[in-house]
């Protein structure tokens, strides 16, 4: 008797739902590729037909105007594109300071609603409930009248060492650039290098012995002590640019303007209530019984919230916890309102100026997108790292 032979699968076939599927989703792509084609086609049209100049040509002309805050040298000389990066650099620098800042604060404050102190818990639930409901643009303006019209002129500089603080913004001392400074930066690289094999080689420890090793402090003392090693090697330079008093304003040292200050304090005050929610939801989805686990293991109450809780509620944090960072990110869009020279006031002086209202506007948007990808991506990585793994 002739055994049944099953049908050949041919997965090229129409009756094949997977086949089928391929074929709706390119059709799906073409449609949607055809719609932005027509857009695109029927504004450069439209756009021609009324005399409006199109194109990104523009960026290789002059600028033709001044930028106040810059971390390189820019003039009114250089062109639009080099504009667009002196925006692009001062929106990176508000958007990753900002997530640093408002992270630490927003994880101290996120755990302090766990102390046991109800002056603690309290004082950490009035900073949540108040920066959290308080629109970040009202916070912006707010940081900044204060920082322009309470703080002294520069005459009367609050002074604190080296520091100066007043309406002109903060001034403070900076290395005078010498070859030391390089050999210290490659001791520092260095040092971030080793930090992979000693966590490596201190959870192996942990899962043959038992015997917590430090994963904070020591990597921190390895970077220190291998940048102030290449501090050495390179001759040990110590001079110091530091500001003084003028005629008319603080001269000389390094200087933070009080719109950079004001959008700074203004995000990561309003991003680190969202960020303690974040952390006290993370921390509260943990059993009970872990924590109760801990104190019977004779943990202390640091033990038990460093090593036991927040490693657990990670896998609920992050999630949530990237979706604060791009907020904050898109939210230094609102630093024009102050005067800070971020990507959307350079675009908007580029417009009026140019007339390229499409063009301007599609950096803008190809900048935030681009940051808010690679913040996803970085992020993702992160949380699949810290992941439960199933054994």
Known sequence: MTPDIPPKNNHWSWRSQAFR?????????????GVAWFLAHNTLVNMKARGIQSGFDFLMQAAGFDI?????????????????????????????????????????????????????????????????????????????????????SADEAWVVGSFFLSKGGLNYPIPVWASGHLWALGGLIAGAGLIWPYRRWARQQFEASGKLRSVFWVPVV?????????????????????????????????????????VLLGLTLYTAAFIAEVVRGGIQSVPRGQGEAASALGLTRQQEMRLVMLPQALRVIIPPLTNQYLNLT??????????????????????????????????????????????????????????????
Do not use: H
Request: a neutral charge.
């Open 21 to 33: 599927g391929l074929i709706y989703q390119l059709l799906a792509i073409v449609a949607i590729a």
């Open 330 to 391: 898109k939210n230094s869009s609102l630093a024009v309102a102050i005067g800070y020279p971020d990507v959307v006031s350079i675009a908007n002086t580029a417009l009026n100026q140019t007339g390229r209202a499409v063009e301007c506007i599609s950096i803008v948007m190809l900048v935030y997108l681009t940051t808010s990808l690679g913040t996803s991506i970085l992020m993702n990585w992160y949380n699949s790292r810290a992941a439960i793994k199933e054994r």
């Open 68 to 152: 106040g805050e810059s971390l390189y040298p820019f003039d009114s000389e250089q062109p639009y594109f080099q504009a667009f990066l002196v925006g692009v650099t001062n929106t990176l620098r508000v958007a990753v300071l900002g997530i640093i800042l408002a992270t630490i604060l927003g994880t101290v404050l996120g755990v302090g609603r766990f102390s046991r102190n109800a002056l603690v818990r309290g004082l950490c639930l009035t900073y949540v409930e108040f920066f959290r409901n308080i629109p970040v643009l009202l916070q912006l303006l707010l940081w900044y009248v204060i920082l322009t019209e309470v703080l002294p």
């Open 222 to 262: 390895i970077v220190v002590c291998c940048s102030l090693a290449g501090w050495a090697l390179g001759g040990a330079p110590t001079a110091l640019n530091s500001p003084t008093k003028g005629d008319f304003s603080i001269e000389n040292g390094g200087a933070l303007t009080p719109e950079f200050l004001a």
